[in-house]
């Protein structure tokens, strides 16, 4: 045993989870002038897309009486109530109320949205701190990006996650023929990386076989952004495929996600042509990684009891997660957490 196991007041809890994005809808399943009813993290949102094309994200009741702001209509760029017809803009103010000359000082609370790799996303603040998560290496680049599946898990988000650092599993669960070893990095206090650093297994085939594809290690590095959505980025030297798993807490703990890949863009026709055939062995590698763990994730009651030296890594994940900003489910308040290190 190399560490006590640590408690935790964020990592894998069931009310609350870190300031940060997440996603709310597919792109396409807002159309313009469309207006949905979207729950996010406890709390009721009304998303319509205007007729400029722009997103706005509103708490879902209407400050009149309470109505469900999804079942108005949008109007230009604001969000009519259906019940007694206030009118909002797409900053929250309320603009009008037919039955009353007089504008009335209401403000609805509006919060940050941005749609990328075919999501919308939502800052769970009022001033989004970080930029929408990224890959390393594509940090500078134009993406091309598919949103593959979406999916649910009986576990955490935390969980998850963690699996993508779990060193041993890929020994017992994935059937690798070496044991992995990751190196941490943390890149500002929402974000952390852990990439593969490992070396030798020339005694193997499946290594010998894959050797001659990179110079160092194989790449194979996570990057996570507040504890809920990892970029994974692996492959030989000459290809490297990005995979993230954007996951959003549900109910009594259990996840919502989202996997998107994603390619760097490439010019021209047959760029877009090499990038579809990039996507799709993308989805592959995604299947696979996704596959074996499936089991675990439906009837895991996650505790590390008993850690090892093998799991230095869920460790160091629990610790970022640990210092980040906690929120609690439903309400958004901040939790204010004495930390011990
Ligand atoms: S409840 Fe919305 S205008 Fe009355
Ligand atoms: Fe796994």
């Known amino acids: 045993m190399i560490q006590t196991s640590p408690k ?5 809890h069931p009310d609350r989870f870190i300031e ?42 209407c400050p009149h009486m309470g109505a469900h702001l999804a079942e108005g209509r949008v ?6 109530c259906f019940f007694h017809n206030w009118k909002f803009t797409a900053d929250g103010h309320c ?7 007089k504008k009335l000082p209401i403000k609805l ?12 996303w939502l800052w769970t603040g009022t001033d989004p701190k970080l930029p929408l998560p990224f890959a390393p290496e594509l940090e500078e680049e134009a993406v091309d990006a598919q949103v593959s599946k979406i999916f649910i898990k009986e576990c955490h988000p935390n969980v998850v996650m963690v699996n993508a650092i779990d060193a041993h599993h890929f020994n017992t669960v994935h059937n690798f023929p070496v044991e992995i070893k990751f190196k941490s990095d943390i890149i500002n206090p929402n974000v952390i990386t852990f990439n593969n650093i490992t070396k030798g297994g020339e005694d193997s085939w499946f290594v010998r076989l894959i050797k001659p594809l990179y110079k160092e290690e194989a790449t194979y590095n996570m990057c996570y ?32 996600g989202a996997t998107i890949l994603m390619t760097k863009r490439r010019p021209g026709l047959l760029g877009w042509l090499f990038n579809q055939f990039v996507l799709f062995v993308t989805a592959l590698v995604g299947n696979y990684f996704a596959k074996g763990d499936t089991q675990i994730f439906k009837t895991i009651k996650f505790n590390l009891k008993t850690p090892i030296w093998a799991d230095q890594s869920i460790l160091e994940f629990i610790h970022h997660v640990e210092h980040q900003q906690g929120l609690t489910w439903g309400s958004w308040h901040s939790i204010d957490i004495k930390q011990n290190s």
């Open 20 to 61: 940060g994005w997440y996603w709310l809808l597919r792109c396409r399943d807002l159309r313009v002038g469309q207006v949905k009813a979207v729950s996010l993290l406890g709390r009721n949102l009304a998303v319509y897309r205007t007729i400029k094309g722009n997103v706005v994200a509103m708490d879902a009741y």
């Open 95 to 101: 603009a009008d109320i037919p039955c009353l000359e």
């Open 109 to 120: 609370q509006t919060w940050p949205v941005k749609e990328a790799y075919g999501l919308i």
């Open 8 to 12: 935790t007041q964020i990592f894998n």
């Open 225 to 256: 952004w507040y504890g809920s959505v990892g970029t994974v980025t692996l492959g030989p030297d000459f290809l490297h495929f990005y995979i993230m798993f954007a996951l959003r807490m549900l109910e009594n703990g259990k996840t919502e």
């Open 75 to 80: 109007e230009g760029e604001s969000l009519r």
